[in-house]
């Protein structure tokens, strides 16, 4: 049976604009489903781009923007909303980021686009591939836009365009507040930390200690002998070399304030132990700090183990937060992005049995009496 042109471009347009809606519609719920790891993205764009840092409450309203512009605007190609005017702006918006991911690919300023998040990690070479097709079917689907098929009927649209817009900022205020309700990334709930511990041989760091004099900084390697004594310490900085067997987002390591690995003490403690995560303690909510405080208290009497991991290593950021808080635990250190990855919260709670994450709270919902209780029945 032959098609005619005008069937075949018919059924082209309409390929192409689900092929935009799908991307679109992921792009957004990713991102609605992980606001916070849009905001890491977005802030790794701004120290590599810009010359200034943002506030991380804009970039995080901005993440939240982002995920209910993408998710809304394939749910009107997807329908046929407003063909028209969604088509061009569909195509506005595919020629930005395409112009975007160009610059990406050849100044390579961040190791991936965080389009999909932790779900799909593209390079940038196959990011630009991406938005060059996607542009193609954007122009496609606007030159022909008249072509698209009605899959429901204009009396109805409207309701949804309303539920769309309703639940895709709903739920990314709920992911906000009790975390990720699909986790992507590799310390997700049933992951056993002593998976994450580098497996063979020891872990190595590249070791940089950072001294101040002046306003001015130095960073000397481990093995570089210390400068005059007017320079004043200020922290050492870890960071795991990546090998063939390991990753800086994925290793899990800890250690003391004598910088003694106490990653092996956490992971092979048996029952339960909690995992206080700050990644910045001069940033960290304080509104949380009562729950947290009963929370140790809690552990203290139940001789459970709590650790407070932090990437503030300096003694001014924790004496910051003990002062401020009435902090009566000790700080262990650990790497920030690894931290964030761990848990989006600033600060989280992650709670551990037998080495394996069975729980994990974000600053807005810790839990209370009644949830720790259950917690020790477990």
């Known amino acids: 049976m032959k098609v005619n042109k005008m069937t075949a471009l018919k059924i082209v347009v309409n390929a192409c604009r689900v092929l935009l809606a799908a991307t679109f519609i992921f792009s957004g719920f990713i991102k609605a489903n992980d606001p916070f790891g849009t905001v890491y993205k977005l802030q790794d764009y701004v120290a590599s781009m810009l010359w200034f840092s943002l ?32 088509s061009k702006v569909t195509v506005v918006f595919m020629g930005f980021m395409t112009l975007l991911t160009a610059y ?20 940038n070479g196959a990011t630009l591939a991406k938005n060059i097709v996607l542009m193609a079917a954007a122009v496609t689907v606007a ?15 409207w309701l949804v365009s309303l539920f769309s817009m309703c639940f895709i900022i709903g739920f990314a205020i709920y992911c906000v507040i009790c975390l990720p309700q699909i986790d992507f ?29 002046d306003g001015k900084t130095i960073e000397l390697d481990a093995e570089d002998d210390d400068p005059d004594s007017t320079w004043t310490y200020v922290e050492t900085k870890r960071t795991p070399l990546q090998s063939d067997n390991t990753n800086a987002s994925t290793d899990f390591f800890v250690f003391d304030s004598d910088e003694e690995d106490i990653t092996e003490d956490i992971v092979e403690t048996p029952g339960l132990t909690f995992l206080l995560i700050i990644p910045d303690l001069t940033k960290a909510d304080e509104g949380c ?65 037998d080495g394996v994450i069975i729980k994990k709270y974000s600053n807005y919902n810790l839990p209370d009496e009644e949830e720790f209780a259950a917690l020790l029945e477990r």
């Open 55 to 86: 506030p991380e409450k804009f970039l995080l309203g901005c993440a939240v923007l982002l995920a209910f512009f993408e998710f809304t605007l394939g749910i009107y190609i997807l329908f046929g909303i407003a063909r028209t005017k969604t």
């Open 289 to 353: 700090i009562d729950k947290v405080n009963e929370i140790y208290d809690r552990c203290n009497d139940e001789g459970l183990d709590f650790y407070c991991i932090t990437a503030s290593s300096e003694e001014k950021a924790q004496f910051y937060w003990t002062e401020h808080t009435g902090a009566e635990y000790e700080y262990f250190i650990s790497e920030d992005r690894l931290l964030k990855t761990i848990v989006r919260g600033n600060p989280g709670l992650v709670v551990l049995k």
């Open 104 to 123: 990406i690919a050849i100044a390579n300023p961040v190791s991936d686009c965080g389009c999909f998040g932790d779900a799909i990690i593209l390079s």
């Open 185 to 213: 990334r590799p310390y997700k709930v049933g992951t056993s930390l002593k998976d994450a511990v580098s497996g063979t041989g020891e872990q190595k760091y590249d070791i940089k200690i950072i001294y101040e004099k």
């Open 143 to 157: 030159k022909y836009s008249r072509l698209q098929i009605n899959f429901i009927g204009p009396s109805i649209k």
